[in-house]
């Protein structure tokens, strides 16, 4: 049994297989040839031209129009760190091109997501004449429409699911995923979609050799709204973020350098920024402000230059972030208890609804998330408004929480996402009728499935495979990401000597693994409690990252554990 309480699922067997082959066809990457390109081995792998994708060269030529005319253009985005680091790329490309132009964000409590008849009311009195939505605009269908009846045209620039209408008055829409876009790569998110809209208008300005030159100050900032916003880690995402995690080490940025130093990171010769310590360290002090501060504070890290204002916004963050991950253990607590009192009960249903006007609607979705993976069931957390709730919810494996929510779509005032992640609004008068039907729609869908959470296992590894070659083959695949995981293995029969619980808590676990007749050092983070269930095992089967560990100039092979039964 896993300690974890999860359900261990081998991907495959060895049969003799080189370990990177058995890697690459775990994530999809079958074909020598599709193998040769993830790999890069020909070191040709190049950014698609931006000019393939249907409406780019309709974009250029309206932004070129508005610069030689000089004419005020708005960029518009979204309160996440995709939608913010979309909008400060959108605006160094503008700014390089001498345009006209200013950056509106949504605050989140206060205006809620996407474009308003209310925003389109202050740009006419700002005498603006084009909109460039960022991260956001496809399902503003009414809204651009009211843009061209007072004199505004809109470019959208997004990625989100095709609704049944997309705005019909729209300038031009650059988005990867409609059914003719023509582009190679559909899974790009807001910030990429952002990066192929200044490919275009360097090239079209400057040529494809400066172009690239130009484009190069933009990927770390295409990086970090890619990981932020879970983009998969394969095709041109996965180049653009390897090429960004590159440049982020020593950023050009002042602001990054600044906001790098409040989370602790260090330039070290020879180190690395992994997709894990953005997702982690930068992201969440960025998403900090868009949750429950002001988002322009984040932005302004991301495209001011004084150093002075540069502190004080890293200070910001550093303590919206702060507060925010109180808030989320509070939130989460709360509702843990709730919850666990039911499960204690025998009374705990198949998806988790709770509401309360304590918890605050930026961080609901945080609370959701941990609850869903603590619970292996489906949660929706919502914000009492008075009247009205507002909610976020997460799912799990198995379980489409969109497909969820539409079967309710006659009571709900608001409501849009994906499989795993979807918001909603809906009035208080119906809390009830929808708690009661999502849990009886999710106990038909759930009731006869094994609802603990999967841990997905590359394969097992023999003794022998542990080595430097090994580890040679797990670095080709970075970057890693949604899709192209970090590789995990299990290791059968681990003999466990020298158990320590370690750390300033003693929240993580060490010892010496003996395998065979060899013995490799093991650190487990977060795991300090299970010590002395490990000292008491004569030997156990583990699931674990190999990888080096790099100390005083040393390098030692080293076992990361993450699970044993």
């Known amino acids: 049994m896993s300690v974890l309480g999860k359900k261990w699922v081998l991907k495959a067997e060895s049969c003799g297989k080189p370990i990177l082959d058995i890697l690459l066809e775990n994530r999809g990457i079958l074909s020598d040839e599709e193998k040769q390109k993830f790999l890069n081995t020909d070191g040709t792998l190049k950014f698609h031209s931006p000019f393939l994708m249907k409406g780019m060269q309709k974009t250029v030529d309206r932004i070129m129009n508005a610069i030689e005319k000089q004419e005020r253009i708005m960029i518009f985005g979204d309160y996440d760190v995709d939608g913010i680091t979309s909008a400060a ?57 009211y843009g061209l009846e007072k004199g505004i045209e809109t470019i959208i620039t997004d990625h ?46 400057f040529g ?37 995690l590159a440049n982020l080490l020593n950023t050009r940025y002042p602001g990054l350098k600044i906001l790098k130093e409040f989370a602790g990171i260090q330039e070290v010769q020879n180190s690395e920024i992994s997709a ?163 849990e009886e729609y999710a106990e038909k869908q759930l009731k006869d499935k094994d609802l603990r959470q999967t841990l997905a296992i590359d394969c097992e590894l023999q003794e022998e495979q542990i080595n430097d070659n090994l580890i040679e083959d797990i670095w080709k695949l970075k970057p890693f990401g949604v899709r192209n995981s970090r590789p995990l293995f299990v290791i059968k029969n681990v003999k466990p000597q020298f158990v320590d619980a370690v750390g300033r808590n003693k929240n993580h676990i060490k010892f010496t693994a003996q395998i065979n007749k060899n013995n490799y050092p093991v650190i487990g983070f977060r795991l300090g409690e299970h010590s002395e269930k490990i000292k008491k095992q004569k030997s156990f089967d583990m699931a674990c990252h190999v990888d080096y560990n790099f100390w005083n100039g040393q390098k030692v092979l080293q076992l990361e554990l993450v699970d044993f039964q």
């Open 208 to 244: 494809p050799e400066k172009a690239s030159e130009e484009l190069e100050q933009l990927l770390e900032l295409a990086a970090l709204g890619t990981i932020a916003d879970i983009g998969i880690a394969q095709g041109e995402n996965r180049l653009i973020i390897k090429k960004g």
């Open 160 to 205: 989100h699911s095709i609704p049944e209408q997309i705005p019909t008055d729209a300038y031009s829409i650059n988005h990867p995923k409609l059914e003719d876009s023509g582009y190679p790569f559909t899974e790009l998110t807001g910030a990429g979609v952002a990066f192929k809209v200044a490919h275009a208008l360097f090239e079209h300005n």
């Open 276 to 438: 894990l310590t953005v997702g982690f360290q930068i992201a969440p002090r960025i998403n900090a402000a868009c949750r429950i501060g002001d988002p322009y504070c984040a932005l302004k890290i991301l495209i001011k230059e004084d150093e002075k204002t540069l502190y004080e916004c890293a200070r910001e963050l550093e303590e919206l972030n702060q507060k925010r991950q109180k808030m989320t253990e509070e939130t989460f607590s709360e509702a843990f208890e709730k919850f666990e009192t039911l499960k204690r009960e025998g009374k705990l249903p198949y998806i988790l609804v709770a509401e309360s006007p304590n918890w605050h609607v930026g961080i609901i979705g945080l609370a959701a998330s941990r609850l869903a993976e603590k619970f292996g069931r489906p949660a929706v957390i919502m914000q009492d408004f008075g009247d009205t709730l507002t909610a976020s919810a997460r799912s799990i494996t198995g379980f489409n929480i969109t497909e969820a929510l539409s079967q309710f779509k006659d009571i709900l005032m608001t409501f849009g996402g994906h499989q795993e992640a979807a918001g909603l609004s809906v009035e208080k008068k119906n809390f009830q009728k929808l708690k009661e039907g999502l």
């Open 89 to 145: 790329i959108m605006y160094h490309a503008l700014k390089k091109l001498n345009a006209n132009y200013s950056v509106r964000l949504p605050n989140r409590e206060k205006d809620g997501y996407g474009l308003s008849k209310k925003f389109i009311d202050e740009f006419v009195k700002a005498d603006v004449k084009l909109i460039i939505t960022v991260d956001c605009g496809i399902s503003c269908n009414s809204e651009v429409s």
